[in-house]
């Protein structure tokens, strides 16, 4: 099964993929499409408050905030990553449960980073949000770098994330009952 949709101008098949007996939801992956990588990021620019920087959570947002950055001019942006690095001088720490991910994972900001965040615009961006368990583990470390979040976006926003009047986004992505059919 697949739910076939236009994405900032480009239309693509995702496959439909089981969370729980009752709920399935379309399988957004961004990584090896650079075709639809680009457009999204454009498309994402077009809509994007002014920021001084870009943040995701790694992974699947490293593509599209690096694509924003370049097609932008912007010389640095950052990563919440999901495990410490040596070449790390501290690290900043939250928790996230994330839909996509089974189990509880920790995001991490080296503390270098979050010293050229402080006080600066922050945009946090990310290539579906759903739940937003994600997007607040990432606003978490924001606030603790002392810098000032100034938008969120998303390529695709998933379920009651379209609700929601603090995030912007390219489309809609609904979820799923088991036989394919919109919930």
Do not use: W
Not at 20 to 34: C, E, P, R
Not at 125 to 145: F, K, P, R, Y
Not at 162 to 183: A, H, M, T, V, W
């Amino acid at each position: 099964m697949e739910y076939k949709m236009n994405i900032a101008g480009l239309d693509r098949a995702l496959p439909l993929c089981k969370v729980t007996d009752d709920l399935y939801i379309g399988a957004f992956v961004i990584f090896g499409d650079a075709e639809l990588t680009v457009a999204c990021a454009r498309e994402l620019l077009k809509k994007a408050p002014e920021y001084d920087y870009l943040i995701t959570a790694e992974a699947k947002g490293i593509p599209l905030i690096h694509e924003m950055a370049r097609q932008h001019g912007d010389k640095k942006y950052f990563l919440a990553r999901k495990k410490p690095k040596l070449y790390m001088t501290g690290v900043l720490e939250v928790t996230v449960n994330s839909i996509t991910t089974a189990g509880e994972q920790k995001l991490y900001l080296d503390t270098a980073d979050a010293e050229m965040m402080k006080g600066k615009k922050i945009l946090i961006v990310d290539d579906v949000i759903s739940t937003g368990e994600s997007l607040s583990a990432v606003e978490e470390l924001v606030m603790q770098t002392g810098g000032e979040i100034c938008g969120k976006m998303t390529i695709l926003a998933e379920g009651e994330a379209q609700d929601r009047d603090d995030i912007i986004y390219l489309e809609k992505l609904p979820l799923f009952n088991p036989d394919g059919s919109i919930k």
